[in-house]
């Protein structure tokens, strides 16, 4: 589903991805972990097409289809999601204003009609109700004054009404107690399936108790040095990322 | 009527008058020379047949207009008019400026079309000769008659002199009056027309009264006077301008509105006000230089909803003194400007009765190299016990390029005031932009999306049908604005 090859990028100049492979395929978990630093979010941001981030070298792939030059939001249309680290405000739009606005958009760029209201209102219910989501937090303006669970909770909810091919999460564990964080883990697994894929973007392995992946990926110096399975993610746990930088910078 | 002042009687005056003004314009264009003295602002009276208290009174305000400067004090900038390089009296243009709608500017017709204003509409407003106006004509009788049923009294102010001289000489200049600020004292030396409205005691007025239906009747003037008056227990709500963008060769606008909210009477006056702004590059555009001001008497209560995306520069500040006891003022505002625009509008809440209540809500968004300022007076006077005022004055930026001030001023007499101001600043960011985008959402669709977020409390103060042309217009005013 999605391919990288020998990916290059930078901001304001500054490399930050030095070289990056990757193969997703569909019904694939795959984690990215690694220091700070290290380019995990810059790895999100470019997938997802942030126009800060240039792209110097290197293919991006989805389906077969080259996506590099695609604009953010049409790459969205194609099924990508990435559930945000700092999910902003936007203050007088409601969660159900912005979904209604954002599936409408991508309805409109595959050439559909809007949705229709007791369509849309069937599925919000529907997803809701599966994520645990009590109703009358979709009426509140988005992410404003939502604690940092329901921030990331919000994020999943979007998830599933857009119901991407591909969903990248962005330290979707950091700022959560571990309730919240088991709730959200828990509403990524439901959505899972064996036609889209999740990349999941880490610094702890706690995170990956709850989402388990097929496959662990150490990001250092914007190059993953080391893949391997969750058992790998273990050994990071214990070890920590000392070693893996000795053994790069052996 | 026997004293009639024909064509023929102006002309003749007007030959007289060849040297001073140092040409000779043809009368049958209906526009007088251009220059301002007292003989124009007699003749003014005399073409719309005004008894001679109204002369006498616009006389009077020209006396004190000579007397005043032009005020410099709103953080504003632009050329000042030469004001006798202006003609003073046009006539309403009876003849369509265009046979077809073919002949109409394709960027205004496109506007028309985003603000989805029917095709029939749009004639009316680009100034299309129609042939078939059954539809529009009927709606306007069903109007008139149901208002003549409630004996609700509108019409243009000319006709209101002619017809209701007693109410408009009792309640014209009371609110503003002619002495109040240099734009108002113009005004009223040379209004040309503008709209009269009453409602009787105990009226509640069943239908939202709008110029629109009057507009294709009279056309909007230069210098526009409105006198809207609620008696005892009426309410009234009253829209003003349109969603659709107004061309006008006129440069300068400074009209006045008056209301008066008698005893527990209730006036919403909304605005929609879409002048030429100018061109991206900042040349032409309307200065529209506004005096509104509204009178509550004891539990009255007048409403300001303003949403302002035209003209070069705007200096507006819709204000209630709340002379009665328990009386309420509102003003709710959304003022855009983008490229080169300036604008500087408030607010004056002037509480005089006890337990006087007001509540300001000012959204400015900014974009491109616009300066938008809020300027807002809350005046609470020594004997106003109790009284209560609520400002929250937002500030939307977009780009590095544009400016938002706010010039809050409080004057507090009464110790038992309360008094709370709020105020902020944002601007929109690529975050929120980045954000958006993710979610399939274009730039141009998150910043519409964003700004009516930010204008949701006072869009949603505005009736219904207004509010969705308004938020569209939101829209259409900000495209291009990030690039």
Same mark, same amino acid.
């Given at each position: 589903?999605?391919?990288?090859?020998?990916?290059?990028?930078?901001?304001?100049?500054?490399?930050?991805?030095?070289?990056?492979?990757?193969?997703?395929?569909?019904?694939?978990?795959?984690?990215?972990?690694?220091?700070?630093?290290?380019?995990?979010?810059?790895?999100?941001?470019?997938?997802?097409?942030?126009?800060?981030?240039?792209?110097?070298?290197?293919?991006?792939?989805?389906?077969?289809?080259?996506?590099?030059?695609?604009?953010?939001?049409?790459? /969205?249309?194609?099924?990508?999601?990435?559930?945000?680290?700092?999910?902003?405000?936007?203050?007088?739009?409601?969660?159900?204003?912005?979904?209604?606005?954002?599936?409408?958009?991508?309805?409109?760029?595959?050439?559909?009609?809007?949705?229709?209201?007791? %369509?849309?209102?069937?599925?919000?219910?529907?997803?809701?109700?599966?994520?645990?989501?009590?109703?009358?937090?979709?009426?509140?303006?988005?992410?404003?004054?939502?604690?940092?669970?329901?921030?990331?909770?919000? $994020?999943?909810?979007?998830?599933?009404?857009?119901?991407?091919?591909?969903?990248?999460?962005?330290?979707?564990?950091?700022?959560?107690?571990?309730?919240?964080?088991?709730?959200?883990?828990?509403?990524?697994?439901?959505?899972?399936?064996?036609?889209?894929?999740?990349?999941?973007?880490?610094?702890?392995?706690?995170?990956?108790?709850?989402?388990?992946?097929?496959?662990?990926?150490?990001?250092?110096?914007?190059?993953?040095?080391?893949?391997?399975?969750?058992?790998?993610?273990?050994?990071?746990?214990?070890?920590?990322?000392?070693?893996?930088?000795?053994?790069?910078?052996? | 009527?026997?004293?009639?002042?024909?064509?023929?009687?102006?002309?003749?005056?007007?030959?007289?008058?060849?040297?001073?003004?140092?040409?000779?314009?043809?009368? $049958?264009?209906?526009?007088?020379?251009?220059?301002?003295?007292?003989?124009?602002?007699?003749?003014?009276?005399?073409?719309?047949?005004?008894? $001679?208290?109204?002369?006498?009174?616009?006389?009077?305000?020209?006396?004190?207009?000579?007397?005043?400067?032009?005020?410099?004090?709103?953080?504003?900038?632009?050329?000042?008019?030469?004001?006798?390089?202006?003609?003073?009296?046009?006539?309403?243009?009876?003849?369509?400026?265009?046979?077809?709608?073919?002949?109409?500017?394709?960027?205004?017709?496109?506007?028309?079309?985003?603000?989805?204003?029917?095709?029939? %509409?749009?004639?009316?407003?680009?100034?299309?000769?129609?042939?078939?106006?059954?539809?529009?004509?009927?709606?306007?009788?069903?109007f008139k008659k149901t208002l003549a049923e409630k004996g609700i009294i509108f019409m243009s102010i000319?006709e209101a002199i002619q017809e209701h001289p007693e109410l408009v000489k009792k309640y014209i200049g009371t609110v503003v009056?002619?002495?109040?600020?240099?734009?108002?004292?113009?005004?009223?030396?040379?209004?040309?027309?503008g709209s009269f409205c009453y409602i009787p005691k105990g009226v509640r007025c069943p239908m939202e009264l709008s110029t629109?239906f009057r507009?294709?009747?009279?056309?909007?003037?230069?210098?526009?006077r409105t006198l809207v008056i609620a008696d005892e227990g009426s309410y009234v709500s009253y829209l003003e301008?349109?969603?659709?963008?107004?061309?006008?060769?006129?440069?300068?606008?400074? /009209?006045?509105v008056e209301l008066i909210a008698l005893d527990d009477a209730e006036i919403k006056y909304s605005?929609?006000?879409?002048?030429?702004?100018?061109?991206? %590059?900042?040349?032409?555009?309307?200065?529209?230089?506004?005096?509104?001001r509204g009178l509550c008497e004891t539990n009255a209560k007048i409403s300001w909803?303003?949403?302002?995306?035209?003209?070069?520069?705007?200096?507006?500040?819709?204000?209630c003194v709340l002379k009665g006891d328990n009386s309420v003022g509102e003003?709710?505002?959304?003022?855009?400007?983008?490229?080169?625009?300036?604008?500087?509008?408030?607010?004056?809440?002037?509480?005089l009765g006890k337990n006087t209540k007001?509540?300001?809500?000012?959204?400015?968004?900014?974009?491109?190299?616009?300066?938008?300022?809020?300027?807002?007076?809350?005046?609470?006077?020594?004997?106003? %016990?109790?009284?209560?005022?609520?400002?929250?004055?937002?500030?939307?930026?977009?780009?590095?390029?544009?400016?938002?001030?706010?010039?809050?001023?409080?004057?507090?007499?009464?110790?038992?005031?309360?008094?709370?101001?709020?105020?902020?600043?944002?601007?929109?960011?690529?975050?929120?932009?980045?954000?958006?985008?993710?979610?399939?959402?274009?730039?141009?669709?998150?910043?519409?999306?964003?700004?009516?977020?930010?204008?949701?409390?006072?869009?949603?103060?505005?009736p219904?049908?207004?509010?969705?042309?308004?938020?569209?217009?939101?829209?259409?005013?900000?495209?291009?604005?990030?690039?």
């Amino acid at each position: 589903m999605l391919k990288i090859k020998n990916l290059h990028a930078s901001v304001e100049d500054k490399a930050i991805l030095r070289g990056i492979d990757l193969e997703v395929k569909p019904g694939e978990v795959h984690a990215i972990m690694g220091p700070n630093g290290s380019g995990k979010s810059t790895l999100a941001s470019v997938v997802a097409g942030k126009e800060e981030y240039e792209v110097d070298k290197g293919e991006i792939s989805l389906d077969g289809e080259d996506i590099e030059e695609l604009s953010a939001e049409e790459r /969205a249309h194609k099924g990508v999601f990435m559930s945000f680290q700092y999910p902003v405000e936007i203050p007088g739009v409601s969660v159900t204003n912005f979904m209604k606005t954002a599936i409408n958009e991508t309805r409109k760029a595959k050439g559909l009609d809007d949705m229709p209201a007791n %369509e849309m209102l069937k599925m919000i219910r529907e997803k809701s109700e599966l994520l645990e989501i009590d109703r009358k937090f979709l009426s509140r303006s988005l992410n404003e004054g939502f604690s940092g669970g329901e921030k990331k909770r919000n $994020e999943i909810f979007q998830m599933a009404m857009l119901e991407p091919k591909l969903a990248i999460l962005d330290e979707t564990d950091s700022g959560l107690d571990i309730d919240a964080l088991r709730i959200v883990a828990n509403g990524v697994n439901k959505l899972k399936s064996k036609d889209n894929a999740v990349i999941v973007i880490t610094h702890y392995q706690r995170l990956l108790d709850y989402i388990v992946p097929d496959y662990v990926h150490v990001l250092y110096d914007g190059r993953i040095v080391k893949s391997g399975t969750k058992e790998l993610a273990h050994e990071l746990e214990e070890k920590g990322y000392d070693w893996i930088k000795e053994e790069v910078n052996a | 009527m026997s004293n009639k002042y024909t064509e023929d009687d102006l002309r003749e005056e007007l030959k007289t008058k060849e040297y001073e003004y140092g040409f000779y314009t043809d009368i $049958e264009s209906e526009t007088f020379p251009v220059g301002l003295n007292e003989d124009i602002v007699r003749a003014i009276s005399k073409k719309k047949e005004e008894p $001679e208290w109204m002369t006498q009174w616009r006389l009077e305000a020209f006396k004190i207009w000579k007397e005043m400067i032009e005020p410099e004090w709103a953080n504003v900038h632009y050329e000042k008019p030469d004001f006798q390089a202006i003609s003073y009296y046009s006539a309403p243009n009876s003849k369509p400026k265009y046979d077809s709608i073919d002949e109409v500017d394709p960027e205004l017709l496109a506007t028309f079309e985003k603000l989805g204003i029917s095709l029939d %509409e749009q004639k009316k407003l680009a100034g299309v000769a129609m042939d078939v106006v059954v539809d529009s004509v009927s709606v306007a009788t069903t109007f008139k008659k149901t208002l003549a049923e409630k004996g609700i009294i509108f019409m243009s102010i000319s006709e209101a002199i002619q017809e209701h001289p007693e109410l408009v000489k009792k309640y014209i200049g009371t609110v503003v009056p002619q002495k109040d600020n240099f734009y108002a004292a113009l005004n009223s030396a040379v209004f040309s027309d503008g709209s009269f409205c009453y409602i009787p005691k105990g009226v509640r007025c069943p239908m939202e009264l709008s110029t629109y239906f009057r507009i294709n009747q009279a056309g909007t003037g230069q210098f526009e006077r409105t006198l809207v008056i609620a008696d005892e227990g009426s309410y009234v709500s009253y829209l003003e301008g349109c969603t659709a963008p107004s061309r006008d060769e006129n440069q300068l606008h400074a /009209a006045v509105v008056e209301l008066i909210a008698l005893d527990d009477a209730e006036i919403k006056y909304s605005t929609v006000q879409n002048w030429y702004p100018g061109n991206a %590059e900042g040349k032409g555009g309307v200065y529209n230089f506004v005096t509104k001001r509204g009178l509550c008497e004891t539990n009255a209560k007048i409403s300001w909803t303003q949403v302002e995306t035209g003209s070069a520069v705007t200096w507006k500040y819709p204000s209630c003194v709340l002379k009665g006891d328990n009386s309420v003022g509102e003003f709710y505002s959304i003022a855009v400007t983008n490229n080169y625009q300036q604008a500087d509008t408030g607010t004056k809440m002037i509480h005089l009765g006890k337990n006087t209540k007001s509540t300001i809500i000012s959204k400015g968004i900014s974009a491109g190299k616009s300066q938008n300022s809020y300027r807002g007076l809350v005046q609470i006077s020594s004997r106003a %016990e109790n009284a209560r005022n609520f400002s929250q004055c937002d500030s939307l930026l977009m780009g590095n390029d544009c400016g938002a001030h706010t010039f809050p001023y409080i004057e507090v007499k009464n110790k038992s005031a309360q008094i709370e101001h709020e105020a902020t600043t944002s601007k929109i960011g690529e975050d929120q932009i980045f954000y958006c985008n993710q979610r399939g959402i274009d730039t141009e669709k998150a910043i519409a999306l964003i700004v009516n977020g930010f204008s949701k409390e006072v869009l949603n103060k505005l009736p219904m049908e207004f509010a969705v042309e308004a938020q569209k217009l939101l829209e259409i005013s900000l495209e291009g604005s990030v690039g």
